[in-house]
Nanobody, 116 residues
Framework: QVQLLQSGGGLVQPGGSLRLSCAASGSIFSINVMGWYRRAPGKERELVATITSGGSTNYADSVKGRFTVSRENAKNTVYLQMNSLKPADTAVYYC??????????WGQGTQVTVSS
């Protein structure tokens, strides 16, 4: 079994910054892709950003230039630095890890609210 524990999130004013963290633990052989998704009220869950074990990244157009995804392979941890936040970024954010020989796992979700 693999567990993903998220931290960070909260309430921030427009233009502010937040950092999310997600640490994987358990029976981990190797994590291929780690990433972040979000679900805004009344909307489907959407990809925010992903990063491979080699460091290749992929971002949703809506967050390019504002969000940065990074990871520490030795700690099985992925981060999401969110800058210049907008009210449209308000959502529950979920981390995801694709573990080799095991499958995909999700974090518990964390609320990010951007409001003045």
């Amino acid at each position: 079994q693999v567990q993903l524990l998220q931290s960070g999130g909260g309430l921030v004013q427009p233009g502010g910054s937040l950092r999310l963290s997600c640490a994987a633990s358990g029976s981990i052989f190797s994590i291929n892709v780690m990433g972040w998704y979000r679900r805004a009220p009344g909307k489907e869950r959407e990809l925010v950003a992903t990063i491979t074990s080699g460091g290749s990244t992929n971002y949703a157009d809506s967050v390019k230039g504002r969000f940065t995804v990074s990871r520490e392979n030795a700690k099985n941890t992925v981060y999401l630095q969110m800058n210049s936040l907008k009210p449209a970024d308000t959502a529950v954010y979920y981390c995801k890890a694709v573990v080799l020989l095991s499958g995909a796992y999700w974090g518990q979700g964390t609320q990010v609210t951007v409001s003045s």
